[in-house]
Each structure stands twice: as structure tokens, then as C-alpha cells.
């Protein structure tokens, strides 16, 4: 189980939660609808937040949190079932990225104990604030590339027009 504190729940999940959803609907080429994207992101919020109270492993949280939103993409948001698995691996794999480039950052730039850091509730949350940020600008870029190609498209029925 992991400790979670509620400004961490405030500061890192809710802003993580609402991205990861947005990047599948980036991923997949779909544009937004902003009412199934509030609806499914809430739900994942929540999903989340009881995947992380779960006394398992660490990566297995992870697991069951892609089958979420693969099931949320695909049931509330209605991307195809393929398009939702890819573009949540692509997803998943881009945050982890991420987060491997800003603990590269922490310990080798800023010479900071990795493991003390990620152990202080105040500490994590602003050392981890950098992956969020270049997670973010990587799919606000994307998505900006796609709205400018007009690459979009629209999902009617689960069917992508």
C-alpha cells in the first residue's frame, strides 16, 4: 500500500489524472469532448486513488490503473478499443520517460538521495513536479501538431469518422 497524503492526492494525482486521460484522447487523434472527459477523468481520479490503497506491488498498480482507463476510453469515451490500448501504453511509457529523466535529473544534477527525497510527503511532491511538467508540455505540443494538421477526428457510435 501506498502512503498518500492529501496534498499529494491534490498536487500529483488529480493534475496526473486529468493529463493522463487527455494525452489518451491526444494519443488516439480524438477530439475532446469535454463531458465525457470531465466524467471519465473523475472516475479515474477516484479508480487511482483505491489502485494506490491496494496493499500489492508498486508496478501492478500500474497494470490495473491502464486496464482502467483502457475500459474508461473505450465505455465513456467511446475510442476504439485498439486506439484506447495504444494510446494508453503510449501514454504509460511516455510518463515513465518522464519520470526517469527527472530522477536522472535528481540524482546526477542535483547529487539529491533519490530514496530520502521520494520518502519526504513535501519533498515528493516538488520533486516530481518536473516530470508532470515535461509530460505535460510533450503532449500539449503534440496535441497543438495535431489541432494544426487537423489530425483529429470525431468518435460517433466507437467509430472514429
Same mark, same amino acid.
Request: with cysteine; glycine share 2%.
Given at each position: 500500500?501506498?502512503?498518500? @497524503?492529501?496534498?499529494?492526492? !491534490?498536487?500529483?494525482i488529480?493534475?496526473? $489524472?486529468?493529463? !493522463?486521460?487527455?494525452?489518451?484522447?491526444?494519443?488516439?487523434k @480524438?477530439?475532446?469532448?469535454?463531458? &465525457?472527459?470531465?466524467?471519465?477523468s473523475?472516475?479515474?481520479?477516484?479508480?487511482? %486513488?483505491l489502485?494506490?490503497?491496494?496493499?500489492? /506491488?508498486? =508496478?501492478?498498480?500500474?497494470?490495473?490503473? #491502464?486496464?482502467?482507463?483502457?475500459?474508461? *476510453?473505450?465505455?465513456?469515451?467511446?475510442?476504439s478499443?485498439?486506439?484506447?490500448? /495504444?494510446?494508453?501504453?503510449?501514454?504509460? +511509457?511516455?510518463? !515513465?520517460?518522464?519520470? =526517469?529523466i527527472?530522477?536522472?535529473? +535528481?540524482q546526477?544534477?542535483?547529487?539529491?538521495?533519490?530514496?530520502? #527525497?521520494?520518502?519526504?510527503?513535501?519533498? &515528493?511532491i516538488? %520533486?516530481?513536479?518536473?516530470?508532470?511538467?515535461? !509530460?505535460?508540455? +510533450?503532449?500539449? *505540443?503534440? %496535441?497543438?501538431?495535431l489541432?494544426?494538421?487537423n489530425?483529429?477526428?470525431?468518435?460517433?457510435? =466507437? $467509430?472514429?469518422?
Amino acid at each position: 500500500m501506498l502512503r498518500l @497524503t492529501l496534498s499529494y492526492v !491534490f498536487l500529483r494525482i488529480l493534475p496526473e $489524472e486529468f493529463l !493522463f486521460i487527455f494525452a489518451v484522447y491526444v494519443f488516439s487523434k @480524438t477530439i475532446i469532448n469535454v463531458e &465525457k472527459y470531465m466524467k471519465s477523468s473523475i472516475i479515474y481520479i477516484i479508480a487511482v %486513488y483505491l489502485i494506490r490503497l491496494l496493499p500489492i /506491488q508498486y =508496478g501492478i498498480h500500474t497494470i490495473i490503473a #491502464v486496464v482502467v482507463v483502457i475500459l474508461l *476510453t473505450v465505455n465513456i469515451n467511446k475510442i476504439s478499443i485498439i486506439k484506447s490500448i /495504444q494510446a494508453s501504453l503510449m501514454t504509460v +511509457i511516455l510518463l !515513465f520517460i518522464c519520470e =526517469g529523466i527527472n530522477v536522472f535529473i +535528481i540524482q546526477h544534477i542535483f547529487k539529491a538521495d533519490v530514496k530520502y #527525497v521520494f520518502s519526504q510527503p513535501l519533498s &515528493k511532491i516538488v %520533486y516530481s513536479t518536473p516530470s508532470l511538467v515535461i !509530460f505535460a508540455l +510533450i503532449v500539449f *505540443t503534440y %496535441y497543438i501538431y495535431l489541432v494544426k494538421k487537423n489530425k483529429l477526428s470525431e468518435v460517433t457510435n =466507437g $467509430e472514429i469518422i
